[in-house]
T-cell receptor, first 111, second 111 residues
Framework: DVKVTQSSRYLVKRTGEKVFLECVQDMDHENMFWYRQDPGLGLRLIYFSYDVKMKEKGDIPEGYSVSREKKERFSLILESASTNQTSMYLC??????????FGPGTRLTVL | RKEVEQDPGPFNVPEGATVAFNCTYSNSASQSFFWYRQDCRKEPKLLMSVYSSGNEDGRFTAQLNRASQYISLLIRDSKLSDSATYLCVPEGDNQGGKLIFGQGTELSVKP
C-alpha cells in the first residue's frame, strides 16, 4: 500500500517566518509534487521533482522553494511566509506518467 | 481556454439516481486520463483510470472521446457515500508525470 506522509496536519506561522513542509513516500517513486489547494481555484502545482536533486517549477512557484536530497523526501520551503500563502498544501508522488498518490495535506495558516 | 473544464456543480441528486459528469481538456497530446475523488477536507484519491475504449468499475463508467477532447464519468444507483468532489485529470506535459487537475464537480447525494 502506497503511503505518503506529511510532517504536520495543521500549522500556524507568523508573517515573515521561514516554513518547512516535509513529505515522505515509501514506494520508491521517482516523481514528487507539491500543490496548494484553495476554494474555487482547485489544485495548483507549485513545484515538482522527477529525480533526486532535480526540481522543476510548476504553475505558481513564486515565494516557494523545494529540496529533494533523498528520493523518498521532498520538502517545500516558504522563505518568508505571507498571509496569501495560507492554504492547504498537498504532496503527491508517482512512478512515471501514472497515478499520483497524495498525502493527507497540511493546512497552513499564516497570521 | 482553461486546461481542464468541469461544471463545478453542486449536483444534488436523490439516492438511486444516475448522474453524469463531463469534462473537456485542451492538451491534445494527453495520453493518460483519470478521475479522482476528493472527500471534504481530505486528499484526492484515484477513483479510476480512463481507457480509450471506455471502462466500467461497478457502478462507475468512464468514457473518453479524444477527437472532442472530452471525458465523462457516469455513476449509476447513487449512494449517500458517493457524495464528494470528482476531479477530472488528464496527463499534462510529458515531463515528470505531471497531471492537470480540474477544479472538480461537487456531488451531493440525498436520502
Amino acid at each position: 500500500d502506497v503511503k505518503v506522509t506529511q510532517s504536520s496536519r495543521y500549522l500556524v506561522k507568523r508573517t515573515g517566518e521561514k516554513v518547512f513542509l516535509e513529505c515522505v513516500q515509501d514506494m520508491d517513486h521517482e516523481n514528487m509534487f507539491w500543490y496548494r489547494q484553495d476554494p474555487g481555484l482547485g489544485l495548483r502545482l507549485i513545484y515538482f521533482s522527477y529525480d533526486v536533486k532535480m526540481k522543476e517549477k510548476g504553475d505558481i512557484p513564486e515565494g516557494y522553494s523545494v529540496s529533494r536530497e533523498k528520493k523518498e523526501r521532498f520538502s517545500l520551503i516558504l522563505e518568508s511566509a505571507s498571509t496569501n500563502q495560507t492554504s492547504m498544501y498537498l504532496c503527491a508522488s508517482s512512478s512515471g506518467p501514472d497515478t499520483q498518490y497524495f498525502g493527507p495535506g497540511t493546512r497552513l495558516t499564516v497570521l | 481556454r482553461k486546461e481542464v473544464e468541469q461544471d463545478p456543480g453542486p449536483f444534488n441528486v436523490p439516492e438511486g439516481a444516475t448522474v453524469a459528469f463531463n469534462c473537456t481538456y485542451s492538451n491534445s497530446a494527453s495520453q493518460s486520463f483519470f478521475w479522482y475523488r476528493q472527500d471534504c477536507r481530505k486528499e484526492p484519491k484515484l477513483l479510476m483510470s480512463v481507457y480509450s475504449s471506455g471502462n466500467e468499475d461497478g457502478r462507475f463508467t468512464a468514457q473518453l472521446n479524444r477527437a472532442s477532447q472530452y471525458i465523462s464519468l457516469l455513476i449509476r444507483d447513487s449512494k449517500l457515500s458517493d457524495s464528494a468532489t470528482y476531479l477530472c485529470v488528464p496527463e499534462g506535459d510529458n515531463q515528470g508525470g505531471k497531471l492537470i487537475f480540474g477544479q472538480g464537480t461537487e456531488l451531493s447525494v440525498k436520502p
